[in-house]
């Protein structure tokens, strides 16, 4: 495809591009897409990646940024391997609800934007198993029970970690930015040394700026957390959350 068309995916679980291990003879599988945009329908995935031999799935790159716009019940990459590497360099976005940007179980970075403001239950990044994500994008949801970025699976323990560098926005009743469970982690910055500084805001009746349960672990360090509209700062149950030099700003109704 030349550089600037774009895939449009239909509805009905239709999928744009499925990578799968030969059943034979599995091997490692590289995919490169360095300019094709997508428009995904309801109920459907851009690409899907259904391995365990470290399928890479490199979605643009550092000078060619990707577009990719989802419909209701959509998600724009899926990867369950282990194994695998998922790069993106996309700005996303939604007409609808209950959609999700990033969906993986491995290695994962995302430099791109993502804008799910279209409706209600959209997850912006979502890291399960033992995935490794870095994010330095910039996130804005706004919906009932959003959710910014989710560390760890929501019924099986594991080991996922999210390196957080970009800025997060949640609007919206229950919306929640930050959430580590069942042994995940999240980490703001990336690192002792990064000089990034994140800020995480939340606006909406029950919403939640840094939430951990189940073992989850959140570490914020020179992070800004902003609570307003009935919304709460810092929330644990069950989980850890630690706080350096960071700030919580408070506009409570």
Do not use: C, H, W
Not at 185 to 194: D, L
């Amino acid at each position: 495809l030349a550089s600037g068309s774009t895939i449009e995916v239909g509805k009905n679980q239709a999928v744009g591009v499925f990578i799968a291990d030969d059943a034979t003879n599995p091997l490692k599988t590289t995919v490169y897409n360095t300019g094709t945009n997508m428009t995904v329908g309801t109920n459907a995935f851009g690409y899907v990646v259904d391995s365990k031999t470290g399928t890479d799935l490199l979605l643009g790159t550092a000078t060619n940024k990707l577009t990719a716009s989802l419909g209701p019940d959509s998600v724009y990459a899926y990867s369950n391997d282990k194994n695998g590497y998922v790069y993106s360099n996309t700005d996303i976005t939604t007409t609808g609800g209950k959609s999700y940007g990033l969906y993986t179980a491995g290695k994962t970075e995302n430099y791109g934007n993502i804008d799910l403001t279209g409706g209600n239950g959209n997850v912006g990044i979502y890291s399960t198993g033992t995935g490794y994500t870095k994010n330095t994008g910039t996130i804005t949801m706004n919906g009932e029970k959003v959710k910014g970025i989710v560390a760890g699976d929501s019924t099986t323990a594991g080991t996922a970690v999210i390196n957080n560098e970009g800025n997060i926005t949640v609007t919206g009743k229950e919306a929640v930015a930050v959430i580590a469970q069942k042994g995940g982690t999240v980490n703001m910055p990336s690192s002792s040394t990064s000089t990034a500084t994140p800020v995480i805001s939340v606006t909406g009746r029950s919403g939640l700026g840094l939430y951990s349960t189940s073992n989850g672990k959140i570490n914020a360090t020179n992070t800004t957390v902003n609570a307003s509209g009935g919304a709460i700062n810092v929330y644990k149950n069950g989980g850890n959350i630690n706080l350096t030099n960071a700030t919580l700003n408070t506009n409570a109704d």
